[in-house]
């Protein structure tokens, strides 16, 4: 199984912040790599997907970048409602496994 | 607009089966992974499994072969079978949709499903 490691675990910002999570793999996946972004008691819901490329809807502060093994989500400019859990997967094989996430808290 | 509707029992007794389905509306069946996922408390997030519309099926080893995924076409549902469940296995559960214009990344989930294990 390929392994996902997110760093941070937790992440305190404000408001207007920029920040960036990384996520590794244990082994290269190429840019089969997703974040997805969930709130409490709610659904995940899918940010970027191939690495880098942003999903339908989703707003231009988010980005993604990487290949191989290392991967960031970078945020720019905070908005309150991007205060959420942050979780990467790799689809590059099954199983298709996901970092433990990154909890990013209001500072 | 693609939908997924899930349902099944959400309080179990150890050693019972969990059965859950999920309802896809409002698009084509073919042609992608339909997944199970799922969420124990304050944890992260653990796939189950995949199935395609053929019955070709990926399950997550560390579930240790207590799982079945199967589909209905004619009806646009799948289904999980997670026997021999444990407290273990509390979680609330999801399904969603991976799609190929995605590189299988998951568009679409269903509103998930609170299963608690508990005798």
């Known amino acids: 199984d390929i392994q996902m490691t997110q760093s941070p675990s937790s992440l305190s910002a404000s408001v207007g912040d920029r920040v960036t999570i990384t996520c590794r793999a244990s082994?290269?996946?190429?840019?089969?790599l997703n974040w997805y972004q969930q709130k409490p008691g709610q659904v995940p819901k899918l940010l970027i997907f191939?690495?880098?490329t942003l999903h339908s809807g989703v707003a231009s502060r988010f980005s993604g970048s990487g290949s191989g093994t290392e991967f960031t989500l970078t945020i720019n400019s905070l908005q309150p409602e991007d205060f959420a859990t942050y979780s990467c997967?790799?689809?590059?094989?099954?199983?298709?496994?996901f970092g433990q996430g990154t909890k990013l808290e209001i500072k | 607009q693609v939908q997924l509707q899930q349902w099944g029992a959400g309080l179990l007794k150890p050693s019972e089966t969990l059965s859950l389905t999920c309802a896809v509306s409002?698009?084509?069946?073919?042609?992608?992974?339909w997944n199970w996922i799922r969420q124990p408390p304050g944890k992260g997030l653990e796939w189950i499994g995949d199935?395609?519309?053929?019955?070709?099926?990926n399950d997550n080893p560390s579930l240790q072969s207590r799982v079945t995924i199967s589909v209905d076409t004619s009806t646009g549902q799948f289904s999980l079978k997670l026997n021999s469940v444990t407290a273990a296995d509390t979680a609330v559960y999801f399904c969603?949709?991976?799609?190929?214009?995605?590189?299988?990344?998951?568009?679409?989930w269903g509103q998930g499903t609170t299963v608690t294990v508990s005798s």
């Open positions: 969603a949709r991976g799609s190929p214009a995605t590189g299988d990344a998951m568009d679409v």
């Open positions: 409002g698009g084509s069946f073919s042609g992608y992974y």
């Open positions: 199935i395609t519309h053929t019955g070709s099926t």
């Open positions: 082994r290269s996946i190429r840019t089969y």
């Open positions: 191939d690495g880098s």
């Open positions: 997967q790799q689809t590059y094989s099954t199983p298709r496994t």
